[in-house]
């Protein structure tokens, strides 16, 4: 059985209980309002008969003019018959007697313990002349008669009584009403769930479908979900397919970087081996060249390796808070013993102490990557690293240069791996296109991030935070 079968019989079933119950208490309390009505008109013929008696009236007339006064009316079927205490009648509309003895000349039972009873007015259903009677017994104050007055069940008693047919009617008509609109209303949801159903299963097979745009998803919850499942599955798509790209660019740009200094070092030395009687100062120079490319080689290949590899789980376990101060002047010290940065002066402005939380030798790689960064490509003649504040638990810190900066086509794109502003001019000088893709990384591994902008008085200025440590 399909879902919207499954929601609407129990959903139709809950409704008709619902009307039936409802109306079953609607007729009920009906009823019983209009039982109460007759009773109370019962007991006021009693009421006017035993005032009668008391004014002196004559009871016989009394009687007559009530039966005379409900003629025509629900009290239609009306009998009235007054006792004295021994059994006597007193007064009686004749055609409809109320008789205390049966045919036998016994008591009738139920009158009798309907007259035995010590109550001002005694209301009781009876079986008398072998019609079912409702039959009103009451008493005068001094117990010398008894007025007993009684409404068969039937005649205009009866209509009184009775259920209006048209109440079944709007039961019927209600419930087939509910009924159809229980059915679309199930159908309009169960549609939007087969058509989620429909969707996901799409997306369990890594196919949609041509038309998925003419799909129509409905406007409510089970739409929205299906709408943001469409557009994560979308994303999810793209991201795949741009990072299987990133991977194919990645592999041809790592194939084309080895192929050079791989290609140089295989010339010299196929041209050593074809000469034999080469001079010594040429093979020297070419031994150079060989190991100049082969530390190159080495170089590529230990960097390509550390951005692969370098992740936050790989260092998490390897991070130490260390004092930033002391680090920039260890980087001071190897700017200048090791040439980095011959020509250009370096500063630092961090105050002392200025803990964080981060991976001393490998931070020192990165801001050495920048300081070789600005030394080949920058032309600048200062370069300066700065604390620039805490907030939200990152310390942020930049590192300036003054030379000439890149175009704004190219900023947002100097950390992508192996990207050179000037092929020629960084082949020549020996970039890969892997330092500033290797700052990048090892600053996030930390916890970090970094950016790059143009300094409007020239250079740039990279922005970098590191989690600070805890006091």
């Known amino acids: 059985m399909r879902l919207h079968w499954r929601l609407y019989f129990p959903l139709v079933a809950m409704l008709w209980l619902i009307i039936g119950i409802t109306i079953f208490y609607f007729v009920s309390h009906e009823k019983n309002r209009q039982q109460q009505n007759l009773e109370n008109r019962l007991l006021n013929v009693n009421n006017t008969v035993i005032e009668a008696y008391n004014n002196g009236v004559n009871l016989q007339e009394t009687v007559n003019f009530i039966r005379l006064f409900t003629d025509n009316t629900t009290l239609t079927p009306l009998r009235i018959t007054v006792y004295d205490k021994y059994g006597t009648m007193v007064a009686d509309n004749p055609a409809t007697t109320i008789n205390l003895y049966e045919a036998d000349g016994t008591p009738n039972p139920a009158l009798a313990d309907l007259l035995a009873q010590d109550k001002d007015n005694n209301i009781q259903n009876i079986i008398h002349d072998e019609d079912k009677s409702m039959i009103c017994c009451k008493a005068s104050p001094d117990g010398m008669i008894y007025s007993l007055s009684a409404l068969p069940y039937e005649g205009e008693v009866v209509t009184f009584l009775s259920t209006d047919p048209m109440i079944w009617i709007v039961v019927l008509v209600l419930g087939v009403l509910t009924s159809v609109m229980a059915y679309f209303g199930v159908r309009a949801i169960c549609r939007s769930v087969y058509t989620l159903r429909d969707f996901a299963d799409n997306i369990a ?170 030394a080949r490509h920058s032309g600048a003649t200062q370069m300066k690293l700065a604390y620039e504040g805490l907030h939200d638990g990152l310390s942020t810190f930049t590192f300036t240069d003054n030379g000439n900066g890149v175009a ?64």
């Open 408 to 471: 704004e086509e190219h900023i947002g794109r100097l950390f992508e791996l192996f990207y050179r502003v000037d092929k020629g001019r960084t082949r020549k000088n020996g970039g890969s296109g892997l330092g500033l893709p290797l700052v990048r990384k090892i600053i996030t591994s930390m916890g970090g991030t970094i950016t790059v902008e143009n300094v409007p008085t020239g250079g740039l200025r990279f922005t970098f935070t590191i989690p600070a440590a805890q006091e």
């Open 205 to 374: 097979s890594d196919h949609l479908p041509d038309n998925i745009d003419t799909w129509h998803f409905s406007r409510d919850e089970l739409g929205d979900v299906s709408r943001n499942l469409l557009t994560l599955y979308r994303d999810k798509i793209r991201a795949e397919q741009s990072k299987i790209d990133h991977e194919r660019l990645v592999s041809r740009n790592i194939s084309h970087e080895l192929k050079t200094p791989v290609g140089i070092i295989k010339g010299y030395i196929d041209t050593i081996i074809a000469d034999p009687d080469m001079p010594e100062s040429v093979k020297d120079d070419f031994l150079a060249r060989i190991q100049q490319n082969t530390d190159r080689l080495a170089s590529l290949i230990t960097d390509v390796s550390m951005v692969m590899r370098l992740s936050e789980q790989e260092l998490a376990g390897h991070l130490s808070v260390i004092d930033f101060h002391y680090l920039a002047v260890t980087l001071a010290e190897d700017i200048v013993n090791g040439h980095v940065a011959d020509g250009i002066a370096f500063s630092y402005d961090i105050p002392e102490p200025c803990f964080v939380v981060a991976h001393e030798s490998l931070l020192i790689n990165a801001l050495l990557n920048l300081a070789y960064n600005t």
